[in-house]
């Protein structure tokens, strides 16, 4: 895995991007992302794709906490999510593209550039 400057790894999706879901339960399925753990190589996506890990919490009255079930995103790796292209609604891997205003992720299929 090749490292920036800064000692992490370059990701093909940012927050806020629509991806969708190469494997696993979510598969086909679309979603945006929330947050992207980049040292973990792992993303939380929300929408159709959301997969919840389920916890039974017990009350504390006094923390405050209420008891019941609690649902917490899943992280998805980072290579089993596709950056979802806007002209075409598919998969499509990107390339990165110097401009004046810094490095522009660009479709490979369509040329779409995600700024």
């Known amino acids: 895995m090749k490292k920036s400057a800064n000692n992490t790894a370059k990701c093909h999706v940012r927050k806020g991007?629509?991806?969708?879901?190469?494997?696993?339960?979510?598969?086909?399925?679309?979603?945006?992302?929330?947050?992207?753990?980049?040292?973990?190589?792992?993303?939380?996506?929300?929408?159709?794709?959301?997969?919840?890990?389920?916890?039974?919490?017990?009350?504390?009255?006094?923390?405050?906490?209420?008891?019941?079930?609690?649902?917490?995103?899943?992280?998805?790796?980072?290579?089993?999510?596709?950056l979802v292209d806007p002209d075409t609604g598919k998969a499509t891997r990107v390339r990165r593209e110097r401009t004046e205003n810094g490095v522009v992720r660009v479709s490979k299929k369509s040329g779409h550039r995600f700024e």
């Open 17 to 82: 991007d629509t991806v969708i879901v190469l494997s696993g339960k979510s598969r086909g399925k679309t979603g945006t992302v929330v947050e992207v753990q980049v040292k973990e190589q792992r993303v939380l996506v929300d929408g159709d794709a959301a997969i919840y890990n389920t916890k039974h919490v017990r009350a504390n009255p006094q923390a405050n906490v209420e008891g019941g079930r609690v649902q917490k995103l899943r992280p998805i790796h980072i290579s089993n999510v596709a």
